[in-house]
Structures are given as structure tokens and as C-alpha cells.
């Protein structure tokens, strides 16, 4: 992709429509696709739970602001499944991606801070959640605001909890 180009002239170059849904309908996935890339067909299984049309780019409505993360994520996700790589290893190829290409842009920081979305790693690292925690964090998702943590996961510790609050925020 070239330098000047934006990932959006990027992605309708290739044909593809991005559409912005309700969260309501996007909340669990926040972006998915359907496109044709190369000859294949590409979409991860949620794309059949959502019903996207061939050649579309889903991306919630409430992550606009952060849609040019969000989409070069997909896109690069996109060319690694056409390289082969199942579901899982292009998404964690593509939030690589996305990390090298945004490293220090302060919007992708925040991004990466999103209670929904953040990172074993980044959980780890700003709020010394372990394992353990991180896998309810995780499964108990999604989150409509912060203190639905405590609500979901009793066994919270509270100091823990302070910590996520104080670094973490959430979409809704």
C-alpha cells in the first residue's frame, strides 16, 4: 500500500464497501468481512453469523473514530488468510501489523486500551492482571462500561480493579 494512500482508498480500490453498523449488531466482532481476494472467498465465521454481503467491510458505528486502525487490521488480515493462514493466526499476524505500523500514534494507544479489545499483554502490563483474570476478562466480554467488571467477575481483587479503571476505558 502506498505511503500516501489511506487504508479506505486502499480497500475501495479493491472493490470493497465499507459500512458502518449499529455496535448493537457489531458488538461482540466490531469489524468483519466478506470480500473476494485473489480468486478466494474470505471471512472468518462470524461473517456467516452476521450475514455480510460478498465484498463488504463491517465496522461498528462507535469505532469510527479509530476506523483507520480497525480497517488496515482487517485488511492485513484479509491478505494473510488469502497466504493461508487460519483465522486465528492472521488475526495475531495482523494486530502485529497494526502495532509496527501505529507504534506511538497516541489514538492507537487509546485504542489498544479498550477494555473489549485489550491485550492479554497490555492487561498484564498496565494493570497486573494474570492469566487467570485476563481468561474471565475475556470470556465475560463484551463490556458496556467498566463496572460491569466487578458485576461479572466477583472475585475481582479491588486494587486490580482500580488499576483497570484507572487505565482502561470502555466503548459504550
Not at 485473489?38 to 454481503?53: Q, V
Not at 502495532?99 to 497516541?106: A, H, L, V
Request: charged share 35%.
Amino acid at each position: 500500500m502506498p505511503e500516501n494512500e489511506s487504508v479506505k482508498e486502499k480497500i475501495e480500490k479493491m472493490g470493497y464497501k465499507i459500512v458502518y453498523v449499529p455496535h448493537e449488531a457489531m458488538e461482540n466482532y466490531n469489524a468483519c468481512y466478506r470480500v473476494r481476494y485473489r480468486g478466494r472467498t474470505i471471512f472468518p465465521p462470524a461473517a456467516d453469523k452476521l450475514r455480510i454481503p460478498l465484498n463488504e467491510i463491517w465496522i461498528s458505528k462507535k469505532w469510527k473514530e479509530f476506523d483507520e486502525h480497525i480497517l488496515y487490521h482487517e485488511l492485513r488480515e484479509i491478505q494473510h488468510r488469502a497466504e493461508g493462514h487460519s483465522v486465528n493466526e492472521a488475526h495475531r499476524l495482523a494486530s502485529k501489523n497494526v502495532k509496527e505500523k501505529f507504534r506511538g500514534d497516541p489514538k492507537h494507544e487509546r485504542l489498544l486500551r479498550e477494555i473489549n479489545i485489550a491485550s492479554k499483554e497490555t492487561l498484564m502490563e498496565l494493570a497486573g492482571v494474570d492469566e487467570d483474570l485476563f481468561q474471565e476478562i475475556k470470556e465475560n466480554r463484551p463490556y458496556h462500561k467498566i463496572d460491569e467488571l466487578v458485576e461479572r467477575i466477583p472475585s475481582i481483587e479491588r486494587r486490580i480493579f482500580e488499576r483497570i479503571k484507572e487505565h482502561f476505558w470502555c466503548i459504550s
